[in-house]
């Protein structure tokens, strides 16, 4: 009976452990993209540079970086002007916040038109991979996919 007792609190423990790990990396990673797009809309591009993993700054130049981020936006904001980035929220939909690949996907949608935005995280939230593509058109803009 102490035995079964034992083993259900640590089942418990390790099921409360595992929920409050996984509210954890939402609230962390909303948190963090959140963060990415205000400093995308103020186009602080040097500034997410210098913040980025260390294997992205390894990757790309700081002047490349800032040009494809200049590219990146200027697609976006053909879709939605002021960067309103959405959560995707169906559950059954393929593209979703993902902490075991340690990704982000957010969209822009806006009169007919789609941009997927994925966000790829090193450690901590620093950024490794940006890429946009466009569910309508097919094309994408690659910023950067450093991470391993």
Do not use: H
Request: hydrophobic share 35%; net charge neutral; with cysteine.
């Amino acid at each position: 009976m102490i035995r079964k007792t034992i083993l259900v609190s640590i089942g418990s423990i390790f099921l409360l452990t595992i929920l409050s790990c996984s509210i954890d990396y939402k609230e962390a990673n909303d948190k963090a993209v959140e963060k990415l797009n205000a400093q995308v809309k103020a186009e602080k591009f040097e500034e997410i540079y210098n913040n980025s993993s260390e294997i992205t700054r390894s990757t790309i130049s700081k002047s490349e970086f800032v040009e494809r981020m200049k590219k990146a936006v200027e697609k976006m904001k053909e879709v939605d002007k002021t960067l309103n980035w959405q959560k995707i929220e169906s559950e059954e939909n393929f593209y979703k916040d993902n902490p075991v690949s340690e990704t982000s996907v957010r969209k822009l949608a806006k009169n007919g038109k789609t941009i997927g935005i994925f966000i790829y995280w090193a450690n901590y939230f620093t950024l490794c991979g940006f890429e946009i593509s466009s569910v309508d058109t097919d094309s994408e803009v690659r910023v950067v996919q450093a991470c391993s």
